[in-house]
């Protein structure tokens, strides 16, 4: 038996991985059309491990982060990846944030978090000096960790376990062909034959599912968030991770405060309907895919809810000064020398023809293949969960 995955993100080294503990004697190979692995949504993260305090309970999103964030803190303990369950704060600032502050504090306690907190400000103080809220939850399971440094573990350790498996860079599929018992994966360079085939191709996801035969009604719609660093200045005025209070209608939680653990303090993202899938500037633009995005209605009944938080967070994509001022709301004394613009990051997000963003995971069957659709945060903390359902469908 062997095993293809197409993409290199965690989600298909987690797979790729659990598939091989699983089937000793196959052989998987990995096909990757970056010149390595983790160059999008995986590389390009705020590097959380995420508690589950957020995902409606029973959802795929609840459960398997949950199940993941077990298993990658074992996995990353023992395989010496950076990590660090540093904990973090989620700040209500404003009274009208108090009623979503103690919904989210339920849906914890539903998710099984333990040893959640509300707090005051003077306990916020204790915790974080230098932030202004009303009302916080404190988190202590929630951390940070290398997601880079994971999936080059992960791709180390799937060789390990069957040498004749393999992650192989410069492999862009362009079809996938359902061939008698077999499946034919062709790449730009060359052709792979397989007894199964997963897709975990995040920002390429619905695409890939089109080569399959899958006629989705969703769309991969791709939002950009941008991030700042806090300057040496700054740095000292965040110590853990420091959260806003989420907009319940989005599936974003809000430009926030992270420690990062190769060290250095970001703040971000922002979400911002990008030109390009896997464009990671402001001016980034592709015409075929804001072609593809402009004629599909989804985009426009996206737009034409949200349009006054679109519009918003367009201001801050392009001024600075706004965007200091959403991070001056959790920490007043922040000020314009603190912070330095960073890189970017941008997010796959299915979305359904009638403008609602599609909240939970969702993995399909094509004709060929099975295909992870949906996987936006918090897919890298539950990719070790996400990959067993993967592995349990094949
Ligand atoms: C800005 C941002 C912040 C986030 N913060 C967090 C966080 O703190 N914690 C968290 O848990 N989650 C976070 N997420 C979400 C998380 O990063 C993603 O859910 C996760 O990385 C998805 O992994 P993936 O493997 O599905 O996708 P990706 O990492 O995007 O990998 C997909 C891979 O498929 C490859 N590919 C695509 N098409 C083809 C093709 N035709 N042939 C070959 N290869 C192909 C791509 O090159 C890519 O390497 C964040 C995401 C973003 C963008």
Known sequence: MNLIVIGGGIVGLATAYKWQLKNPEGVVTVLEKEAGVAKHQTGRNSGVIHSGIYYKPGSLKATTCRDGYQQLVEFVEKYNVDYDLCGKLIVATEERELPQIDRIYARGIENGLEGLEIIGPDEMTDAEPFVAGIKAIKVPQTGIVDYVGMCLKLAELIVELQPESRVLPHQRVIRITQKGKVTAVKTDTDTFIADRVVACGGLEADRLAALDGLNLDVKIVPFRGDYYDLTPSGEHKVKHLIYPVPDPDLPFLGVHFTRMIKGGVECGPNAVFSFKREGY??????????LNALRFSGTWNLFKKHWRYGL??????????KFLEALQKLIPSLEDSDITPARAGVRAQALRPDGTLVDDFVIEKGRAAIHVINAPSPAATASLAIADRIVKAL
């Open 281 to 290: 500037s402001k001016t980034s633009f592709s015409l075929r895919d804001s």
């Open 312 to 321: 918003g967070e367009y201001e801050r994509a392009f001024s600075r000064s």
